[in-house]
């Protein structure tokens, strides 16, 4: 099972901040959180990464809270190429093999 | 720098036939891995491995099978396909375990009648 729990959906309007939430409560201290998406059937695009600090790239930023239990990810002025389904996993780097999906959120930008 | 191939991309066979799908990663990734898609879902995983001459089984392995012959090369082998085995499969690479930075392939899109 996935380790995270993520809402099924989300509209943002274009040029907006979306900030899309994930849950993962019993993440462990050596478990990192990552996100991806996947726009309509391509293949899933690694977007950013994070450990306990905030990370910010080209791409977008991960706000991670201080008790580590929940997420945010933040695509600071949405675009319509942004619709996608995006998904939260945590991992621990060279220890997990089995890196499990869950259903992600589905984000819609609405012009 | 191709990243992630996979091979064929679109694919119908008939219910028994047997095909494999062809992956490879020109990264020099030790993680590989296959996961399906059917609509609506999210991704589910069939087969990883953590090395050439190593391999085991994700979520969903029945009905697959995979070989890990060298680094490069993951590919998923349909033994007797079944239309419940109608999916998009994504092939996957990564440095390292656990490392889920991961690239993926464009998939491919199979269609069992």
């Known amino acids: 099972d996935a380790k995270t729990t993520q809402p099924p959906s989300m509209d943002c309007a274009e040029g907006r901040a979306a900030n899309l939430p994930c849950n993962h409560s019993?993440?462990?201290?050596?478990?990192?959180v990552y996100w991806y998406r996947q726009i309509h059937s391509q293949g899933p695009q690694y977007i950013i990464h994070?450990?306990?600090n905030n990370e910010t790239n080209e791409m977008a930023s991960l706000i991670i809270t201080e008790d580590r239990k929940s997420s945010t990810l933040i695509l600071p002025h949405a675009t319509l190429r942004d619709t996608a389904v995006y998904y939260c996993?945590?991992?621990?780097?060279?220890?997990?093999?089995?890196?499990?999906f869950g259903k992600g959120t589905r984000l819609h930008i609405l012009p | 720098n191709a990243g992630v191939t996979q091979t064929p991309k679109f694919q119908v066979l008939k219910t028994g036939q047997s095909m494999t799908l062809q992956c490879a990663q020109d990264?020099?990734?030790?993680?590989m891995s296959w996961y399906r898609q059917d609509p609506g879902m999210g991704l589910r995983l069939i087969h990883y491995?953590?090395?050439?001459?190593?391999?085991d089984q994700g979520e969903v392995p029945n009905g697959y099978n995979v070989s890990r012959s060298t680094t490069e090369d993951f590919p998923l082998r349909l033994l007797s396909a079944a239309p419940s085995q109608t999916s998009v499969y994504f092939c996957?690479?990564?440095?390292?375990?656990?490392?889920?930075?991961?690239?993926f392939g464009q998939g491919t899109r199979l269609t069992v009648v």
């Open positions: 996957a690479s990564s440095a390292d375990r656990g490392n889920t930075e991961a690239f």
């Open positions: 019993t993440i462990s201290g050596n478990e990192y």
């Open positions: 994070g450990l306990k």
């Open positions: 996993i945590v991992s621990a780097w060279r220890r997990d093999d089995k890196i499990i």
């Open positions: 990264m020099n990734h030790e993680y």
């Open positions: 491995s953590v090395g050439a001459g190593i391999t």
